[in-house]
């Protein structure tokens, strides 16, 4: 007898199809028609991207990495989450030091990339035009994160890249009664924070080529954060 899609494979199909944000879509899907010159040659993915990770992550998932948006050029072209751009180059290489990846480098879907007790999403999942989505399309995509983590069932730690991902998680704590309230919850990187579920939430800055170009995030700062969310997640 077939085995039909898990509910994180249901979730993520249901995400590709979203029709929430007009803008965000219009913008998707002309930026996979016009392309960048040096990826000319290449289909371009152009709808909302999907998280990924490791599998029978319902169970085995304890890791949570929660970016900001698709990259236009980066998740937009390949499909999936921080695959093809500046932020992935730094956290994949980031990942497979810490043993949370199987290699160091992310092509694309076919890539053979393999997660370790890792599941990796965004709190917007269509790419925004100066990376910068809206207060609205914020809350549209937030029920997407909601349905995600009651999934994830054995989730010990998420870690948040940059202040909208942290901002974003703490308005689904309190939404869904993680937390009383959002005071309280401050960003910085390094912050460590525990719910009074034992949930570890984690901040770090984004690994935007802004932060890691100038130096405000160092590859030995990054590996810190993923050190630790390791050594709190008790993977094996």
Not at 97 to 103: C, I, N
Not at 175 to 182: K, L, N, S
């Given at each position: 007898m077939p085995i039909g899609p898990s509910p994180l494979?249901?979730?993520n199909a249901r995400i590709v199809a979203c029709d929430r944000c007009p803008r965000l879509r219009t913008y998707c899907a002309e930026i996979a028609r016009a392309k960048r010159r040096a990826y000319a040659?290449?289909?371009?993915?152009?709808?909302?991207?999907p998280s990924f990770g490791c599998l029978d992550a319902e169970?085995?998932?304890r890791i949570?990495?929660?970016g900001l948006a698709p990259g236009a050029h980066g998740s937009n072209r390949t499909g999936r989450m921080f695959t093809g751009d500046g932020s992935g180059d730094f956290l994949f290489p980031t990942l497979f030091?810490?043993?949370?990846?199987?290699?160091a480098k992310a092509f694309g879907i076919e890539d053979g990339m393999r997660l370790n007790g890792l599941w990796i999403s965004a709190v917007v999942r269509c790419a925004p035009p100066g990376n910068k989505p809206e207060p609205e399309e914020q809350r549209n995509c937030a029920p997407w994160l909601v349905e995600e983590m009651a999934l994830l069932r054995n989730l010990r730690v998420v870690v948040c890249l940059g202040k909208i991902a942290f901002d974003g998680f703490f308005?689904?704590?309190?939404?869904?009664?993680?937390?009383?309230?959002?005071s309280g919850f401050v960003f910085g990187h390094g912050a460590e924070l525990k719910l009074a579920d034992g949930l570890t939430v984690l901040a770090s800055y984004h690994p935007s080529l802004q932060n890691t170009n100038t130096g405000k995030l160092t590859r030995a700062m990054f590996l810190a954060i993923f050190n630790?969310?390791?050594e709190l997640s008790e993977l094996p």
């Open positions: 494979e249901f979730l040659q290449c289909d371009y993915w152009g709808k909302p991207v169970e085995s998932a949570l990495v929660l030091d810490a043993g949370l990846a199987s290699q308005s689904y704590a309190v939404r869904a009664g993680r937390v009383p309230a959002r630790r969310a390791r």
